[in-house]
């Protein structure tokens, strides 16, 4: 599972925002929130937004809209389909992929040095 996630909230008309979570070591606004108002601990929450519960989701959104609009309710967070998008950060070659497309991702193979020749074999102690 990806450590690194981030959700990108585009609402029908606005303009979009986006937030990087930890999911393995939230900010401590989401943990405490989240579990506040899903009654879940922090690895049920996780869990569930994993296995895309509209619950979890809407928590999510709210908490991070919630520090940017204070007066925001919990029932107002209704994401339409396509509004949230997620990407997650693969920790080998730090690039963003859907979070559809995570298990098809490939790290791009490293860059050649300029010296090196393909298909050549330097011996070391030459």
């Known amino acids: 599972m990806a ?7 585009k609402p029908d008309g606005g303009s979009p925002r986006e937030w990087t979570v930890d999911i393995e070591n939230p900010a401590w606004d989401v943990r405490s929130k989240t579990e506040e108002v899903t009654d879940w601990p922090w690895a049920e929450f996780r869990s569930r937004l994993m296995k895309e519960s509209g619950k979890a989701e809407a928590a999510l959104l709210w908490v991070l809209r919630k520090r940017d609009e204070p007066k925001l309710q919990l029932e107002a967070v209704m994401p339409d389909s396509g509004e949230v998008t997620y990407s997650v950060q693969c920790s080998d070659c ?3 992929a859907s979070t559809e497309d995570d298990d098809d ?3 791009p193979a490293p860059a ?3 010296n090196a020749v393909e298909g ?3 011996d ?3």
């Open 112 to 114: 050649k040095e300029d």
């Open 124 to 126: 070391p102690e030459a």
């Open 94 to 96: 730090k690039q963003w």
């Open 120 to 122: 050549t074999d330097v």
């Open 105 to 107: 991702h490939e790290c």
């Open 3 to 9: 450590a690194i996630l981030q959700i990108t909230y």
